[in-house]
Every structure is written in structure tokens, then in C-alpha cells.
């Protein structure tokens, strides 16, 4: 990933934060929220190849570890996106591409979205961190991968242009 | 699994890994850099935020309200009614008066705790990305705002302030499961430590093993030393459910907030407060009703018609 790319992939992410912390936080869900940084951040992973997979995470990781609001320490989402970028990196090619069918591809992000927020509760036991009772992280969860599933295929195309149009000669 | 890469691809993972553990490192150490960036994020997020707290106010319920889809007919009925009336509601700003209104009952839980308070307007929730629950309040360090400060609605104890810009404050609320808050029962004075749950329901742990807790018992805040993070006298909430297992050391209960979460407009930070309990406690208090005295008036005596009154003689 050029330099330049890294510089508009982190604008994008800090917008997109700015975003979900101003505007998607407000909507009262039914069910639990929806983070749809989490799940355009976990999309873009998927596109990438593999050192672009794991700088994306990284970054998108940063970001949202800046979050105001958030209990856990500095690093701990960048630590989680990380890894669940080399997951999808080392299983790119055995599961084939995720981006040629849409239906995949929801499926695998909702699929990532979920495993993030597992691993952040995970990790977050592990450092004496206070998440709730099971139940109500269970609402958590199943909330986020209904709303990821129903409205990742609203952005997806978009997405996927969008970072079609962002390759370099090169990279493409 | 296909490979993961080449030996550049394992070493890029590797740094951005331990740079991340670096980072924790660091913020579990303590070190200010990392709260300092967080606090940088939210003087930068807090004008954004109360731009689209303004724009979505109004639709930020569509979704929430899609699950009432359904109702029998009578429901729909009533619903159609209350519309009709939070029609005409809107029509008179019912918005500003509904603010004023909490405002005015804030005030009022403050004024009767002689609780000097900073009120503000709820801007934003906590993020979907994280299991904290917090909201976000237009009102910071310039209003007198510090970390540490006991958050109030109108019907009670709200949260605390966990961190504050020049002006916005982050509010964790009494429903985080970090939360934890001394509580004192009314009844019997008995101690014990009420904890968020993540729900709408606490969970209250005694302190004394001889304490009893009863259904219905009103629980008010402990108070701390220098009234921080809380002042003494606080509404929490009523006892809806007590544990009577055999194999627990002290009694435990199920709790309902009095303040309602889910439906914060004004909240009220305390800034000071009397370093003793209130002398009475400062419960919600219900609607008071109306009533109006009529005194029947007396019966008219009939006067003179002017054309029978007296005129002057000349």
C-alpha cells in the first residue's frame, strides 16, 4: 500500500468515524446498534490483498480506538482488526474471492463484524474489563450481524467502486 | 489455508502487532498521550455531534420505533389520537417546551437538595463499537465541569462525569457494567453497593449481613468523600426483586433506576452539594394534580338603574 493510499485511507476512516460517533450513534436500533464503521472497515479488509489487508485493519483499528467513549485501552481495536485482517488475508484463497458474489460477501462480513466485537469482549476479560451481563452482550452481538447483514449490501457497490477507483495502475 | 504470505508480509504483521501491544502498553501504564488523543477526538467530535444531534433528533427513533409495527387496532387508534395531539404539540415547540419541562424537574431535584448544578443537553450516545454506555452532554470544564461529578436527570441519579472537554462532558452512565455506586437503603439505613448491568436492571449487593432488603425499598446514593464521584441523597431506584438463596452471605437484590436512560434530554451535573444527606429524601415526586377551590360569589345586590340614580339637585 503506496503512502498516498495510506494518507486517504486513514481520512477515510476518520470520517467515517466522525460519522458513526455523530450520527449513527444517535438512531435508536431495536435491537442493540449498528456500527457501520466496523462493517465498512471489515468490508475494505476483505478487498484488499494481503499487506493491504493488514494496514487497512491496523488503521481502521487506530481510528477507532481514538473513540471518546471507549473503556478499553489504546490499541486494543487496532490489536483485533489486525488480526482478523491476517485471518482474511491467509483464508483469501482458500475461500475463493468473497467480492466476486455479494451474497458471500455479506455473509463473510457479518461474519467479521461479529468475530471483532467477540474478540474485543474477549480481550477486554482478559485485561479485567467490565462488559456486561451475557445476555445483554449476546443482544450486542446478534443486533450488530441482523443491522450489518440488512444494510451492507446498501454500500456495498458504492464501496466497492470507491476503492476500485482508489487503486493505483499498479495495484490494479 | 493458502500461505500467508511472504517473509515482508509476516514482518509487516508482526510490526503492526507489536506496535498495537505497544500501545496498550502504554495506556495501561498510564501514560497521558493516549487519554490526551482521545480528548483531542472529542473536542474535535463535539461541534460535529451537536450539529447532528439538532438534524436528527427528529428521525432518530424511525428505527427504533419499526418494532411497534402491528399493534391491534385499539393500540393504533390511541396511537393515531396521541399523534393527533403531539401534532399539535409540535406545532407549539413542543420540543423546547419538553426540554424546559425536564429542565424545570431537574432543577427542581437540585433546588431541593440545595445542589448547586451545571444543566446540559444529551448531544450523543456511546458508541455500537464499544459495550460502554455513555452519553455525550454540550456542557465541559468551562461550565465548571470536572471529572468525577455526580450526573442527575429529573427523576434521579444519571451516571458520572468520566472525562470532559471545554465544552462537552462524556457521562458514564449507571447502566455501564463498570458502573458501581453506594447506595443506602430508606427504610433501614442498611449499606450496599448497587452495579450496572448492561440493562435495564442493577443488581444491589448488601454489606450487612444482617441487612434485609424488602420489595419496594427505595434506594438513594451513599454519598463519597468531597462529594466525588457522589453526593449524598440521590434518588437510584426502587427494589423490584430480592434473592433469598440460602448460599449467599448477604442479601441481594434486582434493581429499577428511577431516571430513565433510554429517554434523556437535560441532565444536570452537580457541582456542589451539602457535604450531609438531605433531610428528607428528594424522590420523584408525581405530577401534582390540580385542584381548583371554588368559592361561590356573593349575590349581587342590584343597583340603581343610572336613570334612577340620584341626581344632583340643582
Given amino acids: 500500500m503506496s503512502p498516498v493510499r495510506i494518507i486517504y485511507t486513514l481520512s477515510f476512516f476518520f470520517t467515517l468515524f466522525v460519522v458513526q460517533e455523530s450520527a449513527v450513534s444517535l438512531i435508536h436500533f431495536p435491537i442493540s446498534g449498528f456500527s457501520l464503521y466496523l462493517a465498512i472497515a471489515i468490508s475494505l479488509i476483505a478487498f484488499e490483498d494481503h499487506n493491504g489487508a493488514l494496514v487497512t485493519g491496523f488503521l481502521a483499528g487506530m481510528v477507532l480506538d481514538l473513540s471518546p467513549s471507549s473503556n478499553a485501552p489504546f490499541g486494543q481495536w487496532a490489536l483485533i482488526l489486525t488480526s482478523i485482517a491476517f485471518l482474511f488475508a491467509i483464508n483469501r484463497d482458500s475461500i475463493a474471492d468473497v467480492t466476486a458474489s455479494p451474497v458471500t460477501f455479506v455473509i463473510v462480513v457479518a461474519g467479521g463484524v461479529t468475530l471483532a466485537l467477540v474478540s474485543y469482549l474477549g480481550f477486554g476479560a482478559l485485561l479485567g474489563e467490565q462488559n456486561g451481563s451475557l445476555g445483554h452482550d449476546a443482544t450486542v452481538l446478534g443486533g450488530n450481524l441482523l443491522w450489518t447483514i440488512i444494510f451492507t449490501p446498501m454500500f456495498l457497490p458504492t464501496l466497492g467502486r470507491a476503492h476500485e477507483y482508489s487503486l493505483t495502475a499498479r495495484e490494479r | ?314
Fill in chain 2, 1 to 314: 489455508m493458502a500461505r500467508g504470505g511472504g517473509n515482508r508480509s509476516r514482518l509487516l504483521l508482526v510490526i503492526l502487532l507489536v506496535t498495537a501491544l505497544f500501545f496498550i502498553t502504554l495506556d495501561l501504564r498510564g501514560v497521558s498521550l493516549t487519554k490526551g488523543s482521545r480528548s483531542v477526538t472529542q473536542t474535535i467530535l463535539s461541534p460535529v455531534q451537536r450539529t447532528f444531534s439538532t438534524i436528527f433528533s427528529p428521525v432518530g427513533r424511525f428505527f427504533g420505533d419499526v418494532k411497534n409495527f402491528g399493534k391491534t387496532n385499539a393500540e393504533l387508534k390511541q396511537a393515531l389520537a396521541t399523534n393527533k395531539l403531539l401534532k399539535s404539540q409540535l406545532a407549539e415547540k413542543s420540543d423546547t417546551k419538553g426540554q424546559l419541562a425536564q429542565l424545570k424537574a431537574v432543577l427542581d431535584l437540585a433546588g431541593r437538595g440545595n445542589y448547586k448544578v451545571a444543566a446540559a443537553r444529551v448531544i450523543a450516545r456511546g458508541s455500537a463499537s464499544s459495550f460502554s454506555q455513555t452519553i455525550t452532554i454540550d456542557a465541559g470544564s468551562s461550565s465548571g465541569i470536572r471529572s468525577d461529578m455526580t450526573v442527575i436527570s429529573q427523576n434521579g441519579l444519571v451516571g458520572v462525569v468520566k472525562s470532559t472537554t471545554s465544552s462537552t462532558s462524556i457521562v458514564l452512565l449507571l447502566s455501564d457494567p463498570s458502573f458501581k455506586v453506594g447506595v443506602r437503603i430508606a427504610r433501614s439505613q442498611s449499606v450496599g453497593v448497587l452495579s450496572g448491568l448492561g440493562s435495564t436492571e442493577y443488581s444491589l449487593v448488601l454489606l450487612d449481613p444482617s441487612g434485609t432488603i424488602k420489595t419496594g425499598d427505595i434506594l438513594l446514593t451513599n454519598g463519597s468523600e468531597g462529594n466525588r464521584p457522589f453526593v449524598p441523597g440521590v434518588p437510584v431506584g426502587v427494589v423490584v426483586g430480592v434473592d433469598n438463596s440460602a448460599a449467599s452471605l448477604t442479601q441481594t437484590a434486582t434493581v429499577n433506576s428511577y431516571a430513565n436512560l433510554n429517554d434523556l434530554g437535560i441532565v444536570s451535573v452537580i457541582l456542589s452539594a451539602p457535604t450531609s444527606a438531605p433531610s428528607r429524601p428528594l424522590l420523584p415526586t408525581p405530577n401534582p394534580t390540580v385542584t381548583v377551590y371554588v368559592t361561590p360569589a356573593p349575590v349581587p345586590v342590584l343597583s340603581p338603574t343610572p336613570s334612577a340614580s340620584p341626581t344632583k339637585k340643582k
